[in-house]
């Protein structure tokens, strides 16, 4: 169904003229016109791909926008140690199939307090080993401290990846 057949204040054609008369008084890009008069089925699936691959290419670009601005933000702050990283949706969805927690984005938004709860306590365990494996391991120079506990540290890891099935 098209505009044109609407019952709507402005028809597709009164659409289609404001948009033409904007790109001549603000000067729009021809790509962005293009996309306001976008005619294509959206139910075609090379034009639904293309939308997704623009979405993507979009939501990239924001993440990147927002990621500098917080860590400019941080850096700006003397007393400040707070570090801002990226963490890409294949580390907690690798992290989500190890724990077999399910993510139906469907249901509600709460998947994306369990990936952020995820990769808070991801840090901490990673902090939390290498502190441990710091008692037994002298990274600097390589040399084991404690074999008894380095052994045990080992041993750990290895029972861990065995249960997760990682290899």
Do not use: P
């Not at 089925?41 to 791909?49: A, Q």
């Not at 441990?132 to 391991?137: G, I, P, R, V």
């Amino acid at each position: 169904m098209y505009l044109s057949n609407l019952d709507r204040e402005w028809n597709f054609d009164q659409y289609k003229n404001y948009v033409l008369e904007m790109k001549k008084k603000n000067g729009i890009a021809n790509k962005k016109v293009q996309n306001f008069l976008f005619m294509e089925d959206i139910n075609k699936i090379d034009v639904l791909k293309g939308f997704i691959s623009r979405n993507l290419n979009d939501t990239r670009y924001a993440s990147r926008v927002v990621l500098n601005e917080l860590q400019s933000f941080f850096r700006a702050k003397e007393d400040c140690s707070t570090k801002v990283k990226v963490i890409r949706g294949s580390f907690t969805h690798q992290m989500r199939v190890n724990l077999r927690l399910e993510k139906n984005r469907d249901e509600s938004y709460s998947h994306h307090a369990v990936d952020a709860m995820l990769i808070v306590f991801s840090q901490r365990g990673y902090d939390a080993y290498r502190k441990l494996q710091e008692t037994c391991f002298d990274f600097e120079t390589g040399e084991i401290l404690n074999k008894e506990k380095w052994d045990e540290c080992l041993s750990m890891t290895k029972f861990y990846m065995k249960q997760n099935g990682v290899k």
